[in-house]
DNA sequence: TTGCTTAAGCTACAAATGTAAACTGCTTTT
DNA sequence: AAAAGCAGTTTACATTTGTAGCTTAAGCAA
């Protein structure tokens, strides 16, 4: 998801997505079927196209076993700080800081997330 | 934008609501159209389109002047922490600091941001 | 007052998205 | 081998989004 990637990865999408990021290894569709079947009530033909469109948007690769198994192109990393860098750009005008401003202000932020920030903007450099 | 707030500001809409954002009162569809039609190339049909989309959504209002005025009903601020926090919900697992360490790790931030939050997380509380 | 301009409202239409069925050809089972 | 099941592919269809034209009525310039 460089900047070079046009289409982005929808909502239904990126519950496939995750599904493959937090796999340890590349899945076949039974698996994926079979997760998003239960915690989405998806049905089978609705999970096989989210998982073609995520092919040819060229962020999931299949390849072939015995059947095919789909692993992730970009990764989770990847994505979120593309994501992230995305909304910054679109609603904060480019400026990282007012987002975090803004968490701060509308109380986004929890009592550990002030703790680890306090730590991460210490004494690091 | 509450949670309450089904529909999304679309990209295309967002700039609508920028404009209305900046405005220090309501605007005439004239002054929108003028600004659109230059800054992005709109026609004007595709610019009231995207106006009368903002006020379905009830997210701009209208008022009756001689010529209908329009104005933000949802702040810049609630819309972008709304957005934010979406953000962190979809793909950061609710954890707000795992955006920014993701900001802080993919370089996303700047000099002057990290400055900026070094202050921010110093002596406040 | 008589047009010209153009808000407002309605309609249009292609692409993207959410959701899913139909078809086709392997694999596996009996 | 014949039948059953399901992976992969194709097609479908409603909704949302991006983009814009047409129509009607009203305000303004001449």
Redesign the interface.
Known sequence: MSDNLASKIT?SE?EVMKLLWHASDALPVTDIREQLQRSKGWEPATIKTLISRLVSKGVARQEKRNVYYYSPVISE?E???W???D??T???NG???D????????N???K???A???E???VEE
């Open positions: 909502d990126l990393k994505y979120s700080s994501a992230t860098k909304l910054i679109r609603i904060y400026k990282a800081s987002l975090i401003a803004s968490l701060v202000s509308s986004g932020l929890s550990d997330d002030i680890e920030l306090r991460m903007f210490k």
